[in-house]
């Protein structure tokens, strides 16, 4: 006669019970690392995207509509300055600041007559989260010497 005996059956059920006990373990184990992954790619890409942003406002920084400097400050974790972001005739107050693990954009648009920028009136958004930077600075300037000085400036820490 030909066939399995009980014996053969059983041990082919224990080597395909452990076989899949392992398979669940592993993707179980794979599932969070996966995620996380993924998660830190999505953030990745979403810091460059607004680091390419922050770079095209920058270059188009200008002077306030009011006559101040084309940038209010600049530390190693908030850069604010004045730009025409949106197209319009106006010139927008731009503050990006590393608050936590997120970076904030703050938009003030001039109002007013005479023209003033109102804090009160900020609009902000977070545009990238999970900014783990340490005590790595966000923004990091250097001087008029650049590239030939590649030494960023050591910049003033600031006083609450």
Do not use: C, W
């Not at 995207?49 to 188009?60: C, G, T």
């Not at 107050?93 to 001039?110: A, C, H, M, Q, S």
């Amino acid at each position: 006669m030909r066939g399995f005996t009980l014996i053969e059956i059983l041990v082919a059920i224990s080597i395909s019970s452990i076989i899949l006990v392992a398979l669940v373990r592993l993707m179980g184990i794979s599932i969070p690392v996966y995620r996380s992954l993924f998660l830190q790619t999505l953030a990745d890409d979403t810091a460059r995207v607004q680091l390419k942003r922050i770079a095209h406002q920058l270059r188009e920084a200008r002077p306030s509509d009011t006559g101040a400097y084309p940038i209010v400050e600049a530390t190693a974790q908030k850069l604010i300055f004045y730009a025409d972001i949106d197209g319009d005739i106006a010139t927008e107050r731009v503050r990006y600041e590393l608050v936590g693990t997120d970076l904030v954009r703050g938009v003030i648009e001039p109002s007013g007559n005479p023209i003033v920028y109102d804090v009160v009136g900020e609009v902000s958004s977070i545009v990238a989260r999970s900014i783990y930077n340490g005590s790595t600075p966000l923004f990091t300037y250097y001087g008029s010497n650049y590239p030939t000085d590649p030494n960023p400036l050591i910049l003033p820490t600031p006083t609450p």
